[in-house]
């Protein structure tokens, strides 16, 4: 079974950059839709990011600032940040499945999170 394991979170201002980066362990790899989420205190886990197949999908509160990116050969999925809004705040968590879904529930594997707090 993959594990996953996050990093690249941080303390950033209102309009930097961050990429997160999720190492997965085990085999198979590839095989997996690989999804970014993000939880923010007392909100539920949103769907931010993920790629499936050959195609990729973004989250509308974050289209057209986040892209998702993986290689195969590293076993690693990015989620490059850009233009970081307060309201991005939040623990971000990558996930693994068999297929695309948009709903935290849909996945059985997770990484531990790695938080982004943007604040001037």
């Known amino acids: 079974q993959v594990q996953l394991v996050e990093s690249g979170g941080g303390l950033v201002q209102p309009g930097g950059s961050l990429r997160l980066s999720c190492a997965a362990s085990?085999?198979?790899?590839?095989?997996?839709?690989m999804a970014w989420f993000r939880q923010a205190p007392g909100k539920e886990r949103d769907f931010v990011a993920a790629w499936s197949g050959d195609k990729t999908y973004i989250g509308g509160s974050v289209k057209g600032r986040f892209t998702i990116s993986r290689d195969n050969a590293k076993n690693t999925v990015y989620l490059q940040m850009n233009s970081l809004k307060p309201e991005d705040t939040a623990v971000y968590y990558c996930?693994?499945?068999?297929?695309?879904?948009?709903?935290?529930?849909?996945?059985?594997?997770w990484g531990q999170g790695t938080q982004v707090t943007v604040s001037s």
């Open positions: 085990g085999r198979a790899f590839s095989t997996y839709t």
């Open positions: 996930a693994a499945g068999n297929i695309l879904a948009y709903y935290s529930v849909s996945y059985k594997i």
